[in-house]
């Protein structure tokens, strides 16, 4: 099970971090997957922390901004996000990637088997 939270509204240039509590299995298993879905658009991979070699994935748009990372004794996976602009306002999920998890496809939905509850991120003036 995930559950994911820490949204909330910031100003653009601000900084929000998200966790995301995993119970069940451990963060160091699976890969964990971060997603956002804006409204009027579909759910897009902005993250990815391997379970293997602890590799990071990123979507361009989010590159050099955000920082995925897990922390084993609490079980949880984290999205560190700065700089902020009014485009990153979405639902966030995390993911629990399945077991034909390849990092080719970290960003694809079918690529994860167990998905938290969304946060709403709102970044706004």
């Known amino acids: 099970q995930l559950q994911a939270f820490g949204g909330g509204l910031v100003q653009p240039g601000g900084s929000l971090r998200l966790s995301c509590a995993v119970s069940?299995?451990?963060?160091?298993?699976?890969?964990i997957g971060w997603f956002r879905q804006a409204p009027g658009k579909g759910r897009e991979g902005i993250s990815c922390?391997?379970?293997?070699?602890?590799?990071?994935y990123y979507r361009d748009s989010v590159r050099g901004r955000f920082t995925v990372s897990r922390d084993i004794a609490t079980n949880t996976a984290y999205l560190q996000m700065n700089s902020l602009k009014p485009e990153d306002t979405a639902t966030y999920y995390c993911?629990?990637?399945?077991?034909?998890?390849?990092?080719?496809?970290?960003?694809?939905?079918?690529?994860?088997?167990?998905w938290g509850q969304g946060t709403q991120v709102t970044v706004s003036s």
């Open positions: 922390i391997s379970s293997e070699n602890n590799n990071r």
């Open positions: 069940g299995f451990s963060v160091m298993d699976r890969a």
């Open positions: 993911a629990r990637s399945s077991g034909s998890f390849t990092v080719w496809r970290w960003a694809s939905e079918s690529s994860y088997d167990s």
